[in-house]
């Protein structure tokens, strides 16, 4: 079943829109959802032109298209499950809250805490993704536990924050404090970033750029091999009495 | 006029010592009385479980430090969040949940009456603020005294009436109802980055232990008749073998009030531990049960802890430091001026910890041990033990050991060598749990004269109606049924209304602040008295005359009136 969502041009509003209506196990009973914008409640088609072609009877049979000005939408994929969303834009805050299944794609870019808390499926953003990519949320202990998230334009900062499980992978360069409380699984950032692992307590990061204002907090161990490139492996972040692995390219210390 | 009539309730009154006898209790304007017309709503309990509504001695649900927790947890309030329904506002958090959350979650409990267990007088407005909308239960507070520069020096230099003088201008001017002490003067010495181990230790600069700060101000609370005696949490607090500094405390009490305690030690949970480190920590709840069977003049309550993330939160500023050092958790510190400080850390109390679970079982050893229920209260010294929704779970624990034996086999199995929890066989009946939980409270608040914690003539009718047919029901096997029954109640009466039902709460009610003010002589008002002013403008960064609650902020408030003998 393919969903298409195509915001009508009538919807534009400085108002973001919660929408986290749009998962699609949802579409399985139909399209007859609602979402907000600010104070006030409207159905699906009141916003967007919905079409569907084809059914299912399981959400992962389930395609969503999101398309036309997506990116004051917020909220999408919240705990989904299965299924796939794709959208052919840019999307807005807290794109697959808490996801534990199935794939969403974005064409454009993302806005803050794309995958926030994900626990399983797959991400992936074909532009930039904002800051707290697949971190927690405001003092949570816990940020993604599973999963994927691949972000092939830039991540901002924050990203991967409180990682405890799961992949972050960012083909381009990453802001400050990438993988900030890291508790485990792994974040891999190709280009460069600001201080990474900042009171990391396990799991592994990996820089394929330079890491800079590289944090003192954290010891020197060796030079390895790691998929055809030479990384400088450090442990940390022993100001935590952490144990986790830090590779890097190249680093620089504040002056 | 409203009049309201509960027919055929099975009620327990221990404050007028009656047990499950079934009964009407008539009510008109908010207050019990002995008939009504027959023009009066009528509910109809059907023979269920019916207790004055419960007091809560011992809770933090208002003021700075309580609003610091919130603050620094984002993440509990993203726990139980409910919308915002008929009169009833939204609410969120979890161990420290918003003003309306507490409230209504404790109105579903059938709780009437909390006391906020400690305010900072600097900072007392906010405790008042918060009090207006808490908007089910009649509040009051405790404020704190423990490192308050002019009562130290007045101890030195030996003038108890100046102690017992300032204590009733604090009162009055912060609208307070009772005497706190949390970590009397190390909460002073750790503003010099100190504490003090026990009660024999100077504070440093004031030249006052800690024994000598309690012992004159247990003196003056009695000077001054205040309706509760002296709040006390020992030094010491959560140290592996603090036991015989608690023991050392409570010898000091003299027994000076024939109508109540003239101490309350609170969550003495934390002050009952063995050992001379974490190794070989253990309870030591017997000695303590047993010295306090000895001393009426003592009540003591639970502070129980239970499993599951909470907030701790305690004037006891060095004690959250230690804390923090052990965690490694976010850590707030507060200073007040010449008054007091305070600490504040997240924790989570697990199972598979054995110093939890040993602290899991002292509290109900306190409670099972202690012979009087009038002595040991329930209370989980909320949030720092446990957040008050649990009370429901101690109270299924102490009624039954079937239950207690079931927990004890999902904790620690180092556990049972360390406590004596396996061998108490004791199961607390209806009547205790309602001592434990509103009469025994009310009394050792001093507030059952003034209509609280009994359902007699005269009284505040505060009534709750739990959903229980005692004589159906065992709690020593169908310890669920307890459990849910004390969870929600099937009405909850505040002041002769119905304010919730089945677990839903109805209006939004107007309660009341209950505050002290202690006559005292001319000479020992210290509004006029020349070197108390003169600190005063000397030292806080307030002017004297700012520094009273308006009456503002009380909107309904029962100002209590006592003679002192200064």
Known sequence: MKVTLAMKPGARSFIPIEAESIVPKNFLAGTDLLVWRGNREFRLDEVFAVSVEGDADRSEDVEVVLSGETFRLKRVGEYMDGGRITILGDIGMHCGNFMSGGTIEVHGNADGWLGREMAGGTILCRGDAADYCASGYRGGRKGMTGGTVEVFGRAGDFLAESIAGGTVIVHGDAGDMPGAEMHGGTLIVHGDCRRPGANMKGGSCYVYGTAQGMLPTFKKIETVQHEGRTLIRFTGDIANRGKGNLFVKDYEYLD | ?566
């Open chain 2, 1 to 566: 006029m409203s009049e309201l009539l509960i027919r055929n309730a099975c009620v327990i009154d221990p404050l007028r010592g009656i047990n499950a006898e079934t009964m009407d209790i008539a009510i008109r304007d908010g207050r019990i009385v002995e008939e009504v017309s027959d023009a009066a709503e009528v509910i109809d309990a059907r023979g269920m479980l019916t207790l004055p509504g419960g007091v809560d001695s011992h809770t933090h649900i208002c003021g700075t430090k309580v609003n610091f927790g919130r603050y620094m947890s984002p993440e509990d309030m993203r726990a139980g969040r409910t919308p915002r329904r008929g009169p009833l506002h939204a609410t969120s958090g979890y161990s420290v949940p918003t003003t309306y959350g507490n409230s209504y979650r404790y109105s579903v409990m059938g709780y009437t009456t909390l006391l906020e267990g400690a305010m900072a007088p600097l900072e007392a407005r906010h405790t008042h603020e918060e009090f207006l909308y808490t908007p089910l239960q009649d509040t009051m507070a405790n404020v704190l005294f423990d490192g308050n520069w002019g009562i130290m020096e007045a101890i030195r230099d030996g003038d108890k009436k100046r102690v017992a003088a300032i204590i009733a201008w604090t009162l009055k001017a912060v609208k307070g109802f009772a005497v706190k002490l949390t970590n009397p003067g190390g909460t002073e010495a750790w503003q010099w980055g100190k504490n003090v181990s026990c009660i024999r230790d100077p504070v440093p600069h004031f030249e006052v232990t800690p024994a000598e700060i309690i012992r004159s101000i247990v003196e003056a609370n009695e000077l001054l008749h205040l309706p509760h005696s002296v709040h006390l949490h020992c030094n010491n607090l959560g140290t592996p073998g603090n036991y015989t500094c608690t023991l050392g405390s409570l010898g000091l009490i003299p027994d000076l009030n024939k109508k109540r305690q003239t101490l309350y030690a609170t969550h003495v949970q934390f002050h009952a531990y063995g050992g001379s480190g974490w190794k070989d920590f253990c309870s030591k709840s017997e000695p303590i049960a047993r010295f306090v069977d000895m001393r009426p003049q003592i009540v003591m309550d639970m502070g129980q802890v239970m499993f599951g993330r909470t907030t701790t939160m305690t004037a006891d500023g060095p004690m959250e430091f230690n804390l923090y050092r052990l965690h490694h958790e976010k850590w707030s510190n507060h200073d007040v001026e010449l008054e007091t400080g305070s600490g504040i850390i997240p924790v989570i109390y697990r199972r598979k910890n054995l110093v939890n679970s040993i602290m899991w079982a002292i509290g109900l050893e306190l409670a099972l041990l202690t012979k009087s229920p009038w002595q040991c209260l329930l209370t989980t010294d909320n949030p720092n033990g446990a957040p008050f929704v649990k009370y429901p779970e101690i109270i299924g624990l102490l009624m039954s050991k079937k239950y207690r034996d079931a927990e004890f086999a999902t904790i620690h199995p180092d556990t049972a060598s360390r406590v004596p929890l396996p061998a108490i066989e004791r199961e607390l009946d209806w009547y205790e749990i309602a001592v434990m939980t509103r009469a025994g409270q009310a009394r050792a608040l001093g507030l059952q004269d003034l209509g609280k914690g009994h359902l007699g003539p005269g009284a505040d009718a505060d009534v709750a109606i739990y959903p229980l047919l005692i004589d159906e029901v065992d709690p020593s096997v169908d310890y669920r049924k307890v459990i849910d029954a004390f969870s929600r109640t099937e009405y909850t009466i505040k002041r002769g209304r119905v304010v919730a039902r089945r677990g839903e709460c109805l209006v939004d009610g107007s309660n009341a602040t209950f505050w002290v003010r202690p006559k005292v002589s001319e000479v020992y008002d210290m509004g006029k008295d020349p070197d108390f002013i003169e600190k005063f403008d000397r030292y806080y960064t307030v002017r004297m005359r700012n520094y009273p609650v308006q009456a503002e902020y009380l909107n309904r408030n029962r100002c209590i009136e006592t003679e002192a003998e200064i």
